[in-house]
T-cell receptor
Framework: GENVEQHPSTLSVQEGDSAVIKCTYS??????FPWYKQELGKRPQLIID?????GEKKDQRIAVTLNKTAKHFSLHITETQPEDSAVYFC??????????FGAGTILRVKS | GAVVSQHPSWVICKSGTSVKIECRSLDFQATTMFWYRQFPKQSLMLMATSNEGSKATYEQGVEKDKFLINHASLTLSTLTVTSAHPEDSSFYICSAPWGGGGYTFGSGTRLTVV
């Protein structure tokens, strides 16, 4: 089955700097790759997603890149702000089947 | 659109009792519901997949007799934790794929077994 690995487990950046979180997946048939932000005790909140027919997607300060050949995808946050501090999860799935999550990254933005 | 309502949001129960968690799709038909468990400072781990009108599929290591899943209609899936023990204390959350191509999540249930 699918296995998703996520790095780093914690990331501290200075306010205004960029943050990059990387994930690899094992199932070459996976075709949907979302990124979620989760606050304590809350549901995951989708911040951006990408499908396998696209290599990059951007939404204001957030971007995701996908390398299907290498089976990895990355989240890029530019101009980080203190409110970006949270736990971020990557995930992968195929055709609406089960979503497999990475282990999560705790992002701390220091002001 | 694509809202899943999950109840209760939190529950405290005594060891040995059973607890039922409900997830209702409010504005779409959820033929499939995924049930996850999340321990503190850990990721969401898939427990089982329920499909309307058929038996649930459990992930390896999840006791199907302990975590009973029912998906009797296109709008309701339930998870019952039977004979709960303190180690079952966790955050349980449901998720359903929807026509827009993504997944919608319930708000989660914090279960504490004392």
């Amino acid at each position: 089955g699918e296995n998703v690995e996520q790095h780093p487990s914690t990331l501290s950046v200075q306010e205004g700097d960029s943050a990059v979180i990387k994930c690899t997946y094992s199932d070459s048939a996976s075709n949907y790759f979302p990124w979620y932000k989760q606050e304590l005790g809350k549901r995951p909140q989708l911040i951006i997603d990408i499908r396998s027919n696209v290599g990059e997607k951007k939404d204001q300060r957030i971007a995701v890149t996908l390398n299907k050949t290498a089976k990895h995808f990355s989240l890029h946050i530019t101009e980080t702000q203190p409110e970006d501090s949270a736990v971020y999860f990557c995930a992968a799935s195929r055709d609406g089947n089960k979503l497999v999550f990475g282990a999560g990254t705790i992002l701390r933005v220091k002001s | 659109g694509a809202v899943v309502s999950q109840h209760p949001s939190w529950v405290i129960c005594k060891s040995g009792t059973s607890v039922k968690i409900e997830c209702r799709s409010l504005d779409f038909q959820a033929t499939t519901m995924f049930w996850y468990r999340q321990f503190p400072k850990q990721s969401l781990m898939l427990m089982a997949t329920s499909n309307e009108g058929s038996k649930a599929t459990y992930e390896q290591g999840v006791e199907k007799d302990k975590f009973l899943i029912n998906h009797a209609s296109l709008t309701l899936s339930t998870l019952t934790v039977t004979s709960a023990h303190p180690e079952d204390s966790s955050f349980y959350i449901c998720s359903a794929p929807w026509g827009g191509g993504g997944y919608t999540f319930g708000s989660g249930t914090r279960l504490t077994v004392v």
